[in-house]
């Protein structure tokens, strides 16, 4: 077998590979003499203290470190492995479709392929699965599908609508009793997820680039957080305390995954026109730099970064770019409303991440993370080859992920087809225009800076006019609005139904900005804002982790403060809002920002306060 091997690398391994000639006559025959003898000596030495593994070990470090060695074990193991993985994914396993079709396909069509491909993989309710799958069926199983299908969001609209809803209900059915941790026991699942990650691939810009479905935004920035630093880590070892470069605007689940993976956050104050500085950006450059990220769009006002200008400071920067397109779902479908440049396309962008639910139209918590290099992408993958129960690997944080979110995506992309998802995206981008018309033709307000697609921020131009306060009157009325505070706004995502509901906001706005002048409520969520971004960042964090602590139900332990200076003799449970607003509170839209780092200043904390 050995002979057989070293006559097919003859033949097939490119030269270099193979192992350089030597000639015995370049080292005196004493020298080898002693090496030899040297070399028997301190084995024998081993073996006596360590063992005779150590000796085994002791060889093979040796012989790895003759030149070509590594070489030929990479290209032995590399065919090796992708034997095994045929044999572990017989079929259609493997292969990929690299486009979301151009016309949508009928939901009955897209389940019975769906049913085909299904039929070989593991089943749990034959009994012969044990593993992966816990659950049981029948009808209390029913009971679970009833709750899952009545509390999921459905984002397929359009006129496909009822179509599509087909579709993806019936795909998540037929595979949320499935678990794609392993591969081997579901492999059709993997077929989905390699074609969906194909799909944006191609749509994205890099046909060849790499990556994973992921389960959520914040995973999707984690995941790429931990394959820079782990690259960085290879290739720049020098580097002990990496850092990642990003705008004001960016959002804070970067901050939230840099925190976990022990990277700082620089964080560069924004231009006049809210978008990221490239000049200010390459200035915040340092030697632990180990990435540079950008969004398209920042969620807060929905304007897209300039990724081509940012592009070219990590090229001359020699760092990778990572685009946040975790918002910019329906981007790809508007050519022709100058969107610029965002996505693989560009030069220098090295990766992107983008969610397949928010303007993607898919179900919800699901983002498609995309490499251009391959060997940035390897280092997304965890690896532990030495556990007891096996081999394990998984390119996600989540690791057990259930099947429907899957094949519920992959039937939202084939169903909806690329003429669905370009005529729910004009739809989108009409209403959007339709808002921005209607909020600035409204006394007093405007929209922050020049949104190009479906996310518009509100602010006042009225000092008299706090926005917040609108917000809440807003809310008074039944309108679910968010508030921003970096500068103090109100940020509106325009959803594919927006059409039917515009002409009344736009009315209940106009009414409630006329009430707006001079008033400030005191129990209001703009009070609330204002609180905390008079804060220090050391003691705003605190006061948060205890408000979402007491509203999810978890009441500190004893003693335990909110942060604040407790000289009034009240507990926890007796502060309000009032006692979090300094003494002579401005209005909430002039709050003054804290001492040091605020939402637009450069900050090295990862923890910034930008808003969620």
């Not at 191609?202 to 394959?227: C, H, Y």
């Not at 915040?284 to 400071?313: C, F, K, M, W, Y």
């Not at 509170?585 to 920002?593: F, I, L, M, V």
């Amino acid at each position: 077998g050995v002979h057989d091997l070293i006559v097919e690398l003859r033949s097939t391994l490119p030269h270099a590979v193979m192992f350089p000639s030597f000639s015995t006559s370049l080292a005196p025959r004493r020298v080898r003499r002693a090496i030899a003898l040297w070399a028997v000596v301190y084995l024998t030495s081993a073996a006596l203290h360590a063992g005779p593994g150590e000796v085994g070990k002791l060889v093979l470090t040796a012989i790895r470190g003759l030149p070509g060695v590594n070489s030929l074990l990479a290209w032995v193991l590399s065919r090796e492995a992708s034997s095994a993985a045929a044999d572990l994914l017989p079929g259609d396993a493997g292969a990929a479709a690299l486009r979301i079709p151009p016309v949508g396909l009928d939901a009955d069509e897209i389940l019975e392929e769906m049913a085909r491909l299904k039929n070989p993989d593991s089943h749990a309710e034959n009994g012969r699965l044990f593993g992966y799958v816990y659950t049981q069926a029948g009808e209390r199983w029913q009971v679970i599908q009833q709750a899952n299908t009545l509390f999921t969001d459905h984002t397929c609209i359009g006129p496909r609508e009822e179509h599509v809803r087909r579709a993806v209900d019936g795909g998540y059915a037929l595979y949320e009793h499935t678990n794609a941790l392993n591969p081997t026991a579901f492999p059709s699942l993997l077929k989905f997820e390699k074609e969906i990650v194909g799909m944006l691939a191609a749509l994205l810009g890099d046909p060849k680039a790499g990556g994973s479905l992921l389960m959520s935004d914040l995973e999707a920035t984690l995941i790429a957080l931990k394959a820079y630093r782990d690259h960085a880590k290879e290739t720049r070892p020098a580097i002990r305390a990496p850092e990642v470069v990003a705008p004001a605007t960016a959002h804070p689940s970067l901050d939230h995954a840099a925190a976990l993976l022990n990277i700082a956050v620089v964080r560069v104050r924004v231009g006049p026109d809210h978008k990221a500085d490239a000049a200010a950006i390459q200035a915040a450059i340092t030697p632990n730099t180990i990435l540079l990220v950008a969004s398209a769009p920042q969620r807060a006002h929905g304007l897209i970064d300039p990724i081509e200008e940012l592009a070219q400071v990590a090229i001359r920067a020699n760092l990778p770019l990572h685009v946040d397109a975790a918002d910019g779902g329906l981007l790809p479908w508007l050519p022709d409303n100058g969107i610029p440049a965002f996505d693989l396309s560009v030069p220098g962008v090295s990766s992107i991440a983008m969610s397949v639910s928010k303007y993607g139209f898919g179900t919800p918590c699901a983002c498609v993370l995309l490499f251009r290099n391959m060997a940035v992408r390897k280092h997304a993958i965890y690896a532990y080859p030495h556990w007891p129960g096996g081999l394990f690997a998984s390119p996600t944080m989540a690791g057990t992920r259930s099947g429907g979110t899957i094949a519920a995506i992959w039937a939202m992309l084939r169903a909806q087809g690329a003429d669905g998802l370009l005529g729910v995206a004009g739809t989108v981008a009409a209403t959007a225009r339709e808002l921005r018309a209607g909020v600035e033709n409204t006394r007093g307000l405007a929209v922050l800076g020049d949104p190009k697609a479906s996310i518009l921020a509100i602010v006042s131009k009225d000092p008299n006019i706090s926005i917040l306060t609108v917000a809440d009157m807003l809310s008074e009325r039944g309108w679910v609005v968010e508030r921003q505070i970096g500068p103090a706004s109100i940020r509106i995502a325009v959803d594919g139904r927006a059409d039917q509901w515009v002409p009344a906001f736009l009315a209940d706005l106009a009414e409630v900005v006329s009430h707006a002048s001079g008033v400030r409520a005191p129990h209001s969520t703009a009070a609330l804002f204002a609180a905390m971004r008079a804060l220090p960042e050391s003691e705003a964090g605190p006061v948060l982790q205890h408000l979402l602590a007491v509203q999810r139900g978890m009441p500190p332990a004893p003693n335990q403060t909110t942060g604040l200076p407790a000289d009034d003799g009240k507990t926890d449970e007796d502060i309000t809002v009032e006692d979090l607003v300094p003494a002579d509170p401005a209005d909430p839209k002039e709050a003054p920002a804290a001492s040091g780092a605020g939402p637009c200043q450069p900050s090295t904390s990862s923890t910034s306060p930008t808003p969620d």
